[in-house]
């Protein structure tokens, strides 16, 4: 039986070479791409298929910053497909990032010079904004819209026969201080990147506690640093062409300057290889790349406790029920 993964954010980036690197794996998947611009999905759906002309690959809308249409998705896919055995949770989002030039300047010279470089901790800020949901933007896209698809597609995760993985793409940058359960949206804070990037390692571990016995399995990787439209958000790709070359040598020492999306999805295409009963729901999968050029996978330990995770699942729960109109008019057959 066909194999079926769908991949959010799958129009550029690691999205894109996820799907790419895929392909190459198992040319017998039935992969959708679950993008909020058609048009962009039809020129990747294109690009796909160019090296992998015989490949299944279909489309399906979803703005996953807007409830009504991550409802709609849900139930085209629901009418689609009986059992999905991949979902790849990797659109993602960090609006107008600031780099902190003093916090650069003095990490330069301090001995967490290697960590900041790998984390990017203390280094960028980002304005955030309300949503036609009247959720915080990065929260919504980079968590909840996430949360709402997983929780509408359970039918189709939830086999305790035939195991599916969830697979969020988290980052290295998600940090337990930038995240708080009263203000879990940060809307008072200036690094809602990290904060919903460590809001979905708490969920993935509440995941694993509450589906596992259902067969629904969740892991989270961090790609590295790797360039992309994200990142020249940060500082503008000719800068980071100019870096090119302390790039290849700071790699040297730290192995998560990744750089290109295919080096980013090492760790993401590892997951599909595995056996989800035999992962370790506390480990984070980094994606690395050595000075000379091998990519290979690391697992290291995430700084989070069960009790925590099980409230921020409760937490979303609530904040669900307040979405049961949007839900119903959505999936109202006319709508
Ligand atoms: N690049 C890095 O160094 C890095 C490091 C750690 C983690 N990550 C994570 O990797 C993931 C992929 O990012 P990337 O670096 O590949 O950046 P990217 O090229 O900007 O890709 C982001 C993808 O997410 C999609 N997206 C954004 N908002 C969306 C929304 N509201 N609904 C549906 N899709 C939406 C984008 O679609 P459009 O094409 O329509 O914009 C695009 O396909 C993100 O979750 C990011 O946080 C990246």
């Given at each position: 039986?066909?194999?079926?993964?769908?991949?959010?954010?799958?129009?550029?980036?690691?999205?894109?070479?996820?799907?790419?690197?895929?392909?190459?794996?198992?040319?017998?998947?039935?992969?959708?791409?679950?993008?909020?611009?058609?048009?962009?999905?039809?020129?990747?759906?294109?690009?796909?298929?160019s090296s992998h002309p015989t490949a299944e690959i279909t489309l399906v809308q979803i703005d996953v910053s807007n409830l009504r249409s991550v409802f709609q998705a849900s139930r085209e896919l629901?009418?689609?497909?009986?059992?999905?055995?991949?979902?790849?949770l990797n659109a993602g989002i960090m609006p107008n990032p600031q780099l902190n030039l003093?916090?650069?300047?003095?990490?330069?010279?301090?001995?967490?010079?290697?960590?900041?470089?790998?984390?990017?901790?203390?280094?960028?800020?980002?304005?955030?904004?309300?949503?036609?949901?009247?959720?915080?933007?990065?929260?919504?896209?980079?968590?909840?819209?996430?949360?709402?698809?997983?929780?509408?597609?359970?039918?189709?995760l939830c086999h305790p026969d035939i195991p599916s993985q969830v697979i969020w793409t988290s980052s290295s940058n998600a940090k337990k201080s930038n995240f708080t359960l009263e203000d879990f949206q940060h809307v008072k804070g200036h690094e809602p990147y990290s904060s919903s990037k460590y809001a979905t390692d708490?969920?993935?571990?509440?995941?694993?506690?509450?589906?596992?016995?259902?067969?629904?399995?969740?892991?989270?990787?961090?790609?590295?640093?790797?360039?992309?439209?994200?990142?020249?958000?940060i500082l503008p790709p000719f800068i980071w062409k100019l870096l090119i070359p302390f790039i290849f040598l700071l790699r040297f020492f730290i192995n998560s300057f990744t750089s290109t999306p295919y080096n980013g999805t090492e760790a993401l295409l590892w997951l599909f290889r595995q056996k989800?009963?035999?992962?370790?729901?506390?480990t984070k999968y980094h994606s690395l790349t050595t000075g000379l050029?091998?990519?290979?996978?690391?697992?290291?330990?995430?700084?989070?406790?069960?009790?925590?995770?099980?409230?921020?699942?409760?937490?979303l729960l609530d904040l669900e029920k307040r979405f049961g109109a949007i839900r119903a008019k959505a999936l109202d057959s006319r709508s």
């Open positions: 039986m066909k194999k079926v993964v769908v991949v959010t954010g799958a129009s550029s980036g690691i999205g894109l070479a996820l799907c790419e690197r895929l392909l190459s794996e198992d040319e017998e998947l039935h992969l959708c791409l679950a993008c909020r611009n058609l048009a962009k999905a039809e020129a990747a759906r294109v690009t796909l298929l629901k009418q689609r497909f009986e059992r999905l055995d991949y979902l790849y003093k916090a650069l300047f003095y990490g330069l010279f301090s001995r967490n010079i290697f960590h900041m470089f790998s984390t990017a901790e203390g280094l960028l800020t980002q304005d955030d904004k309300v949503t036609v949901d009247g959720l915080q933007e990065v929260f919504e896209t980079n968590v909840f819209g996430h949360f709402i698809l997983i929780r509408e597609l359970e039918p189709l708490l969920l993935s571990l509440a995941l694993n506690r509450n589906f596992n016995q259902q067969g629904l399995y969740s892991s989270v990787v961090c790609p590295g640093v790797v360039m992309t439209n994200l990142t020249y958000g989800p009963e035999f992962l370790n729901p506390l050029g091998h990519n290979y996978v690391s697992p290291q330990k995430m700084d989070l406790d069960e009790e925590t995770a099980e409230k921020f699942y409760q937490n």
